[in-house]
């Protein structure tokens, strides 16, 4: 009985080794999982890391053309600035012109008509 008894406790223990050993490599496969599931989870974050480094890249980029077309388009207003200070620096001379033109011509008008009535006062005087 007390063989009996041994062997029975023998065989428990061999069962029970034998759900232990099953139950560390279910442990050791759920481990090797989770290191895979931990592994996939770096690659992605890695990833992830480089394009948020590419996309900041690609904002500093675009700042810089930002930053180059506003002092673009200050150089451009400057020089429409100065054109039209000089257009009206010139359409005021042309005004000046165009006055100083029709003096002229009144006073063209005018020595036309004293050279007229000299000429009808020299003809008086022809013998």
């Not at 442990?27 to 590419?54: D, P, Y």
């Not at 900041?56 to 077309?69: C, G, K, R, T």
């Not at 429409?80 to 011509?105: F, K, R, W």
């Amino acid at each position: 009985m007390l063989i009996n008894q041994n062997n029975c406790n023998i065989d428990n223990v061999v069962k029970a080794m034998a759900n232990s050993s099953e139950n560390v490599k279910a442990g050791i496969e759920t481990v090797n999982g989770a290191h895979a599931s931990f592994v996939a989870i770096a690659e992605l974050v890695n990833k992830t890391t480089e394009r948020i480094q590419k996309t900041f890249a690609n904002f500093e980029l675009m700042n810089q053309y930002s930053n180059q077309v506003v002092d673009s388009i200050n150089k451009i207003k400057s020089i429409s600035d100065t054109t039209a200070g000089e257009a009206q620096t010139v359409s005021a001379s042309t005004e000046e012109q165009s006055a100083s033109m029709e003096e002229i011509a009144a006073s063209s008008q005018a020595l036309a008509k004293l050279a007229e009535g000299l000429h009808n006062a020299v003809r008086q005087f022809k013998i």
